[in-house]
């Protein structure tokens, strides 16, 4: 089977607000939560990554930013940051285990807690616009020295925002790898292994590189 070039892409994202208003207190959260659209819960789990202003190294996740910096409350920012969207088939058995979290949290506190004025949670969603970059990868060898230079756009677009947007939700590398069988196949299964939520884009990419030169310890050229 002839497989053809990967060819490499980047993205930037433009948000806007989602329609809902915003949260001031953690039951005013609860609330939008349950009604804010799942685009929106997908911007604020999986879109920090590639969003300029997120700066965040502890959660991965808006909702635990927010309760950890507004809300001062450490407690639920850990239970919030400890969920991973990606073991969540449907955006809707992800909303429902947030609601669980908050539900269970307000039922522990006495009052109900509050950000300062103006430190509002806005939702949010966001559109992905694609770029081309005219990199073309090849060969699988020349997976390594591209990965290498790839911007953290790219490293999003073609692993974590393709698990969305492919049919199995595998990442853009692995849908590439696979058909072509023997070792790119081998490849292909050791990076769906990668736990990639809790890194972060450049982490990704380390982890990335340091599989393929596991594969091709000497620099090739794309």
């Known amino acids: 089977m002839e497989i053809g070039p990967f060819y490499v ?14 949260a001031v207190s953690l039951r005013e ?6 009604v804010c659209p799942t685009a929106s819960l997908y911007h604020h789990f999986c879109e920090t990554k590639v969003r ?9 996740s808006d909702f635990a930013v927010w309760a950890a910096r507004s809300l001062r409350d450490q407690a639920l920012a850990e239970r919030l940051g400890v969920i991973n969207p990606y073991d969540y088939d449907d955006l809707e058995d992800l909303r429902a285990v947030v609601l669980d979290v908050l539900d269970d949290h307000l039922a522990g506190v006495p009052i109900n807690p509050q950000a300062q004025r103006g430190d509002h949670f806005h939702f949010m969603q966001a559109m992905t616009v694609v770029f081309d970059t005219r990199v073309q ?8 020295p591209a990965i290498t230079k790839m911007t953290p756009g790219s490293i999003y677009f073609h692993v974590i925002e393709a698990r969305r947007r492919t049919p199995r939700g595998h990442d ?10 023997g070792a790119a196949a081998e490849i292909a299964q050791e990076m769906s292994l990668i ?14 590189v340091t599989l393929l030169k596991s594969h091709f310890p000497t620099s090739m050229a794309v």
């Open 9 to 22: 892409k980047d993205c930037a994202l433009i948000c806007r607000m989602a329609g809902v208003h915003p």
């Open 29 to 34: 959260l609860r609330a939008r939560v349950e």
């Open 52 to 60: 300029p202003s997120f700066d965040d190294p502890e959660y991965q």
């Open 137 to 144: 990868i090849q060969t699988v060898p020349g997976l390594l």
């Open 172 to 181: 853009d590398f692995s849908t590439w790898l696979l058909p072509q069988g």
């Open 195 to 208: 736990d990639f939520y809790f890194l972060s884009l450049r982490e990704l990419q380390e982890r990335l």
